[in-house]
């Protein structure tokens, strides 16, 4: 080898297969210290983060996506085979990382082999080498490092000094070498390949007699066609209790201090334009957004740390067949449950399914699984339908997401009719061993949730407030000097203009104001309803107010109505951006809100057209 | 390969719970099903590997859960169909 080249490796990569731990070895040697953005071109997530190494240098590290192999059968794969080819725009690497699960190596050893193929220096990190001793698998390390031809080096990502050996090793200069071309392997090379894992396997690694994985012991009773399912049903009950419940908990302390901003600035700022804008347009507005965040953390949390544990494959499995029914497969079950939190991280999360009908449909539908945003127009309107009457109103709220779920499990249904697609949908689907989820990387997850949030509340929401509180405070050039301020505005304006379109099903013209930045986000609904009533002078109204507003002037028939619209309607700009943006087409964008529109409004018509004739009969 | 008495299956007709020895896999000449095949001898069903079905779904068994080596994947009726097996006594 040429001396020549010798240098301390500056960028890295991490490559492994799915659930070999790999990304919380990534959260363990660059801490919070990440960017999370997408590979250019695709939407597959990229990760980079800084480490330090033992002797104090920087070093870059990439978190490759999950691949089981080179041979790519989804974006994600496609895209870690581009970047270790040397096929894309990133940095060449001077040392891939091969994460391995020291549990799992029979598996995960091939990666390993087809990887050093590619000629790039190379170590390999076990990892997970805690829970292998605690199984009894006994790995002869410097065999198989003498086999595998790299060094190989324990890692355990969930301990604080698990990589201690892993940073020490980056301080050793490396030849520069870049990747030789990579030519796809066929069957009969994956079937050589295959043969070599075998027999080193055998030379390096002692298992146990009997498996000592209680996998398979958990998983009699977890996916039994009965105790599984009552398993399941068990959970998400839970789960969304404890949305409910300890997320109104939380949000109540939001709206205490978005009251006290509010009171704050009223008595600092003297009154005025500029006031107005600060107290009703920004603090009403984006504090009333704010208040379902805890309701989108919890939910979140729940998420994260059942799939972390292994549990939601098993759901995705139980739920597989009669989601095939419906035209979508298992895989689809973890977007669909992340949308009841937003449609959007839910849409993102579709990228797991490799079957681009299975996931198409599955966007289509994750709009009316009842986001968070939706809680606070419920709320509103069921405490208006049902005063003091609890059982009734959970009732109505379970209905209403009952309600979402059939309608999309129709539509999916209907998508799968009109496509005619004979091929097969592929399952094919890793169930991973169960285990505690990383606190660690739970943290990092739900932190990266919050700020898709925070950054939609403080862009298109805070956006949208502001012109919304403009519209309604700019006086409309037809003003009259009788109507009320509201009245003439440009807003009220735009209310009689939509009137004409939605007074066939019961929305009179505040609704129909209010309706407007709803549909670019549908958590302002409430807020711009306080708005229009305070903007009438009913100041009193506003708040808890205005459920008694709405449950003496409007009539059951607009309630409902309005209930069945929020189900419904396509009213979350951010979501169409997302979906054009996981589609790459304008299309399917247009698709999704024309029918969610055509739904809403049939739905709305024919609850609005039926109340009113039974409530006169 | 060790002789038995009983004629290869599919893996979609092995009994739950049933340990089985892997002989061979068909291979499609072409098309999305070579591709997905290939995934499967990538995965680890390669002959000479035991697996065993751990757990079917609710209903017409599928899809079911294979276990082989230390790694448990969730295959469909048709993905199984792919692999031959040979029942352990």
Known sequence: MPLTSLAFPAHIALLGNPNCGKTALFNLLTGSRQKVANYAGVTVERKEGTLRTAGGRRVKVLDLPGAYSLNALSNDEAVTRDVITGHSAEAVLDL????????????????????????????????KMDRA????????????????GVPVIATVSIQANGAQELLAALDKPLARRTASTWKAPDLDDVRTTQHTVQRIFRAAIQEPTVDADPSERIDRVIMHPFWGLLILGVVLFVTFISVFSVGAWLSGYIELATAWVAA??????????????????????????????????????????????????????????????????GRSFIPLLSSFACAIPGIMATRSISNWRDRLTTI??????????????????????????????????IGLYVLGIVCAMAVAWVMKRSSGSRQHSVLLMELPSYQWPDLRSLAIGLYERAMIFLKRVGTIILALTIIMWALYTIPSPRAHAEGTPIQNSLAGEIGRALNVVFAPIGFNEHISIALVPGMAAREVVV???????????????????????????????????????????????????TVKR??????????????????????????YQLTTYLTAH | MPATLSAPLRLDQLPEQQWALVTDITVPPHGPDRELVLRLVEL????????????????GRDPLAVRVGHTTFALRKHEASFILVEPLP
């Open chain 1, 582 to 607: 996981e589609t790459n087409s304008w299309k399917y964008m247009w698709l999704m809100g024309g029918y969610l529109f055509a739904l809403a409004y049939l739905a709305s018509l024919f609850t």
């Open chain 1, 133 to 148: 001793k605690k199984l009894g698998i006994r790995i002869d390390v410097e065999r198989l490092a003498q086999e595998l």
């Open chain 1, 364 to 397: 289509m539908i994750a709009p009316l699984m009842a986001c968070s945003a939706r809680i606070p127009v419920y709320t509103l309107l069921i405490a208006a339908l049902f005063p003091g009457e609890p059982l009734e109103a959970t009732l109505l709220m």
């Open chain 1, 527 to 577: 807020s711009s309803l306080g708005l229009v009533y305070a903007m009438e002078g009913n100041e009193a109204e506003v708040g808890t107010q205005l459920e008694a507003h709405i449950a003496r002037e409007w009539s059951l028939a607009t309630k409902l109505s309005l209930l069945l619209w929020i189900v419904f309607a396509p009213q979350c700009l951010s979501t169409f951006v």
């Open chain 1, 264 to 329: 704050l600035v009223e008595t600092s700022m003297a009154d005025g334009l500029l006031r107005g804008l600060v107290v009703e347009g920004i603090i009403g507005g984006v504090g009333g957004v704010f208040v379902f965040l805890p309701q989108i953390l919890i939910l979140f949390l729940f998420i994260l740390a059942l799939e972390a544990s292994g549990y939601l494959p098993r759901a995705a499995f139980l739920l597989d067949k009669p989601m095939s029914r419906a035209g979508l497969s």
């Open chain 2, 44 to 59: 680890g069903f390669v002959p000479g590997e035991r697996l065993r079905i751990v757990a079917e779904g609710i209903a």
């Open chain 1, 96 to 127: 891939l990382v091969c994460v391995t699960d020291a549990t799992n190596l029979r598996l995960h050893l091939r990666m390993v082999l087809e990887a050093r193929q590619l000629g790039l220096p190379m170590v390999v990190a076990l990892n």
